[in-house]
């Protein structure tokens, strides 16, 4: 009787023992996202194991098993499963400023697959890249998409009308219009502080982001002229400038050669009230040298001699004439002498001479633009009796 007991006891623990072993067939989860591949094997009673590698397939996607879909195996033994990782992160190149394929190909060769949008840009040339999205230095995973701007070229708008508003006004209405607002500034009583003119004219059509010039009137002050009186020309100009005034020049010859480029006078003079802008004129002075002076030269027993120191820009004509008891006859000649008794100087000519009747001579001279002094002689050589 024991011994049938323990027989029969032997018996259900080897059948208890054997329940956990079945045998079924694996299920083939390649293919399958890795949550969906371990349902399937759990509702066949396998377990798995998971190793993960990177691959270009999606990640947490089963790319093999072992053993593989089909094969009958003991529930007891688990299932291998290889899962993608998916293909690893990247950086996002720096393409702005690149051509669109040299764009698209940089971002390929990263890892990434590019799209290509078109954008309005006033910072890059049409057919241009403007920027990615992600953008630039992103750490992104491979094989994903990458968005890469291209510039259509600036969008065009039209230019507002803003002559006749405030300076400010006008400067909203611009900015609110995408324009860059440069400022000029035009003394006059039209407007005070209103926009006399603007460039582009408004209605016209110009680029986002491009500048609009503006001219703003400015009304009129008085200021008080300084005094240039002493300063060289360049330092009166100067003067007159910083205090918001105009020069405007006259010359006046000097023999101080130290007063040579100064300035001499000014009118309205030093203190005067003016309105801003106002020209004043500012008198030079110009050093010439003084001609000096010619000694005249008696006659002698046997010629006469007379000379006159030629003036710029004249033409004249010279006689010497005499009496039978000063020059009994007599021979006449013209010529011109150049300062410290040199040839004659270019700008200066004898145009006719001969004699002008008894007992005279004559010499017709033309001058231009002389700078040192030249003198007429006329010589005339008395016969000897």
């Known amino acids: 009787?024991?011994?049938?007991?323990?027989?029969?006891?032997?018996?259900?623990?080897?059948?208890?023992?054997?329940?956990?072993?079945?045998?079924?067939?694996?299920?083939?989860?390649?293919?399958?996202?890795?949550?969906?591949?371990?349902?399937?094997?759990?509702?066949?009673?396998?377990?798995?194991?998971?190793?993960?590698?990177?691959?270009?397939?999606?990640?947490?996607?089963?790319?093999?098993?072992?053993?593989?879909?089909?094969?009958?195996?003991?529930?007891?033994?688990?299932?291998?499963?290889?899962?993608s990782n998916g293909p690893g992160d990247g950086i996002v190149?720096?393409?702005?400023?690149?051509?669109?394929d040299r764009a698209e190909q940089q971002i390929r060769e990263a890892g990434f697959k590019p799209v290509i949008v078109e954008v309005y840009s006033s910072a890059h040339e049409a057919g241009f890249?403007?920027?990615?999205?992600?953008?630039?230095?992103?750490?992104?995973?491979?094989?994903?998409?990458?968005?890469?701007?291209?510039?259509?070229?600036?969008?065009?708008?039209?230019?507002?009308?803003?002559?006749?508003?405030?300076?400010?006004?006008?400067?909203?209405?611009?900015?609110n219009a995408g324009f860059r607002v440069d400022h000029s500034y035009?003394?006059?009583?039209?407007?005070?502080?209103?926009?006399?003119?603007?460039?582009?004219?408004?209605?016209?059509?110009?680029?986002?982001?491009?500048?609009?010039?503006?001219?703003?009137?400015?009304?009129?002050?008085?200021?008080?002229?300084?005094?240039?009186?002493?300063?060289?020309?360049?330092?009166?100009?100067?003067?007159?400038?910083?205090?918001g005034l105009d020069a405007v020049y006259a010359t006046r010859i000097v023999t101080n050669r130290s007063q040579d480029g100064i300035v001499l006078a000014m009118s309205p003079g030093s203190g005067s009230r003016v309105l801003q802008g106002t020209n004043v004129a500012l008198t030079i002075g110009k050093y010439n040298r003084p001609t000096p002076p010619v000694p005249p030269v008696p006659p002698g027993p046997s010629s006469i001699v007379k000379q006159w120191n030629l003036v710029a820009d004249q033409t004249k004509t010279y006689t010497v004439t005499w009496g039978s008891g000063q020059c009994p006859g007599g021979n006449g000649n013209a010529v011109l002498q150049g300062d410290g008794g040199g040839s004659a100087m270019s700008g200066a000519q004898i145009t006719a001479q001969g004699d002008a009747g008894t007992s005279s001579y004559y010499a017709t001279t033309t001058t231009s633009d002389i700078t040192s002094p030249v003198t007429l002689v006329i010589t005339i050589t008395c016969r000897v009796q």
């Open 129 to 175: 890249a403007v920027g990615t999205t992600p953008a630039a230095g992103s750490d992104v995973e491979k094989d994903t998409t990458v968005t890469v701007k291209i510039s259509k070229g600036a969008q065009q708008v039209t230019v507002p009308n803003v002559v006749g508003l405030t300076e400010g006004s006008a400067d909203t209405a611009l900015t």
């Open 1 to 83: 009787m024991l011994a049938a007991i323990a027989a029969l006891a032997v018996t259900f623990a080897v059948l208890v023992s054997g329940c956990g072993d079945t045998t079924a067939t694996v299920p083939n989860t390649v293919n399958q996202t890795l949550a969906v591949g371990q349902q399937m094997l759990g509702d066949k009673g396998f377990k798995s194991t998971v190793k993960r590698v990177t691959d270009k397939q999606g990640k947490n996607e089963i790319l093999s098993q072992d053993p593989v879909g089909g094969t009958e195996q003991k529930t007891s033994d688990a299932v291998a499963l290889t899962v």
């Open 93 to 100: 190149p720096h393409v702005a400023g690149d051509p669109a």
């Open 186 to 243: 035009q003394v006059s009583s039209k407007s005070p502080g209103k926009v006399l003119a603007q460039d582009p004219s408004s209605g016209g059509r110009a680029s986002i982001g491009s500048s609009v010039q503006i001219t703003i009137d400015q009304a009129p002050k008085k200021v008080t002229v300084p005094n240039a009186v002493g300063e060289t020309q360049a330092q009166g100009d100067r003067t007159l400038q910083n205090a």
